[in-house]
């Protein structure tokens, strides 16, 4: 599972920082989270191929994290896109853009699937047999969602020598992987745990922004491998998170630390700030394992 | 007069080029015609002062002409912008910036002012005492407008030492420089080109972004000091430029010859040719004075 920051600053975006903007690989998915101005270009300089995306997962539509939908969707209508794009965003979003592609008498070659979020609980949204995906209901001035990206428990991994050495059909190996017991050649039952190791745990991350604090989620994202909270301000500015209802890098610590996240990222930095640093080690006050979102930044589990 | 290019490729913005967008500094007024995506950014690189853009000037809606708008409009209320903001667009532009407002619930600190075009005929849009700005209707495949902007003609420049030599009381300085002949101390009648010389010619520029080849627009272009007109295409490649109502670098150049036109610039290339220095070369079989246009670049008259 690999997640990669295009943007991550808040309000606008400027010359050498753009706005949210995420891709995360996952199975076979390349999920697109969040849209910000400009966000068609990052994906061209951190070389993510654009045919490569069939879903996009918008929080909320703030201009920093939706203006640059309309502008991709052109782009991949130009490069004769036929695939379906499955939208996954608040209520309104297709209104604006089909207001926006029929201003520019210009109707995509391809279809585009809204699916609108206007649920307050957390819900399923997406699910193929490798990953699931779900909203996390967030607390912003308007409608916002997190997700949480989850991938399901793998098949268990055949012990080829124990299987061999326990003289076992072939015909039953897909049983194993199941995890069931079988019958050997000689008709004696053999326990799963003997022939099949446990499969890699299954990989999660959580996206959480735009946010106030909310421990509404944490049962929600809980032992989630990466979490990344918006940290707009720093606890000095406390009074500002509260009145914008954003978080800052203590709180999304509080967070990680109820949720036994794996991994914290912090993002969404307001630009009031110069040295980004200083947000992690407030958040390492709380919570140890902390690392800054930064444009062009990876993260692997 | 001088003209600073934020963006000048078609279709799409990409690392290294940006969709059209334009700034004229002319007389007293910045003016910003055309904002595709990512303008805000480019406005920031050209280091010009978003407080000092009062009007907008929209040719069309297509997506690299118009996507930066809705961006730029949220970081000017960030900004806190009190100063009215004037846009002139074809109709439709404000249905959608509204739609997008009320969906972020946000609302501008300052007043938004859409002046929404749709005549198909060349019209004044905005005027004062030393800058007129006219409609130059173009074709292409949505309503597209070109803009005229114009100085108007100065006062006279007094000749102070013919003034002083002939006698002349200071309280008709100002009528001298309005052309009037004036009587001297003497009661002599002095003729007002005695005294006065010709103020400098007013400059001119029209920008003609994006249209087919299209002669109806030459008497409203005539003589105008630099003429952008887009050149999406090369001879060559005629039938595209016919087909999706774009105009060739050979296409230009003869609006340009037509129309006399002091400066012949170039831009809105498909990123089908790697070259640029083609369009200007097939521009100038035409006519002599051909610049290119580039991200950056400044033209000053």
Request: charged share 25%; proline share 3%; hydrophobic share 40%.
């Amino acid at each position: 599972m690999k997640l990669t920051i295009l943007g991550c600053h808040s309000a606008t975006p400027r010359i050498n920082s753009n706005t949210t903007s995420q891709v995360l690989e996952i199975k076979n998915h390349t999920f697109l989270i969040d849209c910000g101005e400009g966000t068609q270009v990052e994906l061209r300089r951190n070389k993510i191929k654009f045919g490569k995306i069939m879903h996009i997962f918008i929080s909320h539509l703030h201009g920093d994290h939706v203006f640059g939908m309309a502008g991709l969707i052109s782009t991949l209508n130009l490069l004769t896109r036929e695939k379906d794009l499955h939208i996954y965003a608040p209520k309104g979003l297709k209104e604006v853009i089909t207001l926006q592609m029929k201003l520019a008498a210009s109707w995509t070659s391809y279809q585009l699937v809204f699916h609108e979020l206007s649920s307050n609980t957390s819900e399923l949204i997406f699910e193929d047999d490798q990953v699931e995906v779900h909203t996390i209901p967030l607390d912003h001035r308007v409608y916002t969602n997190g997700f949480l990206f989850k991938e399901k428990p793998g098949e268990r991994k055949l012990d080829i020598n124990a299987v061999k050495k326990a003289d076992i059909e072939v015909a039953y190996y897909q049983k194993i992987k199941q995890g069931f017991d079988v019958v050997n050649k000689k008709g004696q039952l053999i326990a799963n745990n003997a022939l099949s190791k446990a499969p890699n745990p299954p990989k999660s991350y959580a996206f959480c922004s735009d946010t106030a604090y909310s421990e509404r989620i944490v049962p929600i994202v809980e032992n989630v491998d990466m979490l990344y909270h918006e940290s707009t301000f720093l606890e000095k500015n406390s009074d500002l998170a509260t009145k914008t209802k954003h978080s800052t890098a203590k709180q999304a610590a509080q967070i990680a630390l109820k949720a036994k996240a794996g991994l914290l990222i912090l993002g969404h930095y307001s630009t009031r700030y110069g040295d980004f640093k200083v947000f992690q080690e407030e958040a390492q006050g709380i919570f140890k394992n902390v690392e800054l979102a930064e444009d062009g930044k990876q993260f692997e589990v």
